[in-house]
């Protein structure tokens, strides 16, 4: 998780993030990022990367959405490591109200 939090940082804060959230949706918070935003689907399903939304938007596998939208995609090995950290549990250091510190 310690990996995680700073790809999710450099990469979808900008949209997904403390200040912004498109979509109504978060990933610097648990409860939102397990739970999903508007699309309406769970973009992460803890120890199942192949059912994780969340993993089609980031390799850019997925038909509608390609995340991030603009700027530097994330590399093979990134994605790699999100997939990894999700398939091992996604497991989430808490801090006040499940948000990475």
Known sequence: AKEIQPLFARH??????????????????????LAGGELGEKPIVPGDS??????AYIAGTDAVLSMPPKGPRL???????ILA?????????????????
Request: glycine content about 10%.
């Open 12 to 33: 979808c804060y900008s949209c997904h993030g403390p200040d912004e959230q498109e979509s109504s949706f978060r990933l610097d918070s648990k409860k939102v990022a």
């Open 50 to 55: 192949a059912r994780s939304p969340l993993v």
């Open 75 to 81: 590399t093979a090995a990134e994605v790699g490591l």
């Open 85 to 101: 950290w999700i398939d091992q549990g996604a497991n989430w250091p808490e801090g006040e109200q499940g948000e990475i510190k």
